[in-house]
């Protein structure tokens, strides 16, 4: 498989972690849109959001407390989560993850890519 967020879970790629968990994996973005933007992604590969079934409420649901603490951790008191989802969603990486997004007052539409 050649997908990039597979790759840096697996510790393949070069990424500045900031959590890991048996479940999930946290990142900074390489291209931020914010002063925080950490993207939140599965350990295991599930291409979009489309593509989850009931088995995976477990992983899900860790991955918004995972960004709730983390935005925490930031000291974020607001902050955006974006999951964009397939080619007309924005999605561009195809394994699904969460943007967590904040550290400066953001615009009240969706800008982000």
Aim: proline share 4%; hydrophobic share 45%.
């Amino acid at each position: 498989m050649d997908c990039i967020f597979c790759k840096i879970v697996a510790g393949e790629a070069p990424a500045r972690i900031v959590y890991r968990d048996d479940l999930v994996t946290a990142f900074h973005d390489l291209r931020p849109a914010a002063p925080v933007h950490i993207l939140i992604v599965p350990n295991r590969h599930v291409a979009t959001l489309n593509d989850l079934t009931p088995a995976d409420e477990t992983w899900s649901g860790h991955l918004l407390e995972t960004a709730r603490r983390l935005a925490a951790e930031q000291g974020l008191t607001g902050y955006r989560l974006v999951l964009n989802v397939g080619a007309e969603g924005g999605q561009s990486v195809f394994h699904l993850h969460l943007h967590l997004v904040g550290g400066r007052r953001l615009q009240s539409h969706l800008g982000l890519a």
